[in-house]
């Protein structure tokens, strides 16, 4: 058998150290359930203008500890004058698999989709804030971040073997100068906005451990969602 090198040593030593903290405790037999983060995901558009009031009330829950507030940027509001500076296709792609998981039969922003199990249009603070409350639960998946590495703990297996996905976002803001479409002449500030979300792989109700590729800027923050596939309900989140 090859020797591992000290690199190799100290990172299974890490992994290691992550899988035991995330496994379920053995007299339980179950992992314990622990507070979950909402996740609260705002699929909007620079170039819509109904989206500014959803916009403010994410920027304004970015650092709530107990949320993960994600700004997603679709694609389909760019040819009608103006194309959004952050928007992606696969964020686009997204909103569409929730409509698949959520039985509806469009698309349209500003829409907020809570853990991936209730939606609403997110622009009212009130409604929104009611909804955080009822969509928070606990969660008895544990997921940990750390050196380059997440690792997750075991439980209820899903159906199929649910999605694990890394998402990589701007917590600092961004004032968007609006030059043309339904926003032209606005200064949009822009907080919490996904920049990458790759798919590590999948999870099958058994610990596992995924590396993260580096990210493309040191301002970025982590995230990582275990989400049932389809659009389904997300499991369980951590944020680094």
């Not at 009611?130 to 439980?155: C, D, F, Q």
């Not at 906005?193 to 590729?213: D, E, H, M, N």
């Amino acid at each position: 058998m090859a020797k591992l090198s000290e690199h190799g040593r100290a990172r299974r030593s890490v992994i290691a150290g992550m899988l035991a903290a995330a496994a379920p405790a053995a007299s339980g037999g179950a992992a314990e359930a622990q507070p979950g983060v909402v996740v609260v995901e705002l699929f909007q558009s620079q170039g819509c203008s109904s989206c500014p009031p959803a916009n403010a009330n994410l920027n304004a829950l970015a650092d709530r500890p107990d949320l993960l507030a994600l700004s997603f940027s679709v694609t389909y509001w760019d040819q009608l004058g103006w194309k959004d500076t952050f928007a992606k296709p696969e964020y686009t792609a997204r909103q569409w698999a929730y409509a698949q998981g959520l039985h509806r039969a469009n698309v349209a922003t500003p829409q907020v989709v809570l853990n991936g199990r209730s939606e609403l249009v997110g622009s009212d603070r009130r409604q929104l804030e009611a909804a955080i409350r009822a969509a928070a639960r606990p969660s008895s998946l544990a997921v940990s971040l750390a050196a380059g590495e997440v690792a997750l703990g075991a439980g209820r297996a899903p159906m199929s073997p649910a999605d694990v996905w890394l998402v990589r976002f701007d917590p600092r803001e961004q004032q968007v100068a609006v030059r043309r479409g339904e926003n032209g002449g606005k200064t949009l500030p822009h907080r919490n906005i996904v920049r990458q979300l790759v798919r590590l792989g999948g999870w099958k109700g058994t610990p596992a451990s995924f590396r993260l590729p580096a990210s493309p800027d040191p301002a970025f923050r982590t995230a990582v969602l275990v989400q049932t596939r389809s659009g389904g309900p997300i499991l369980a989140a951590a944020k680094g």
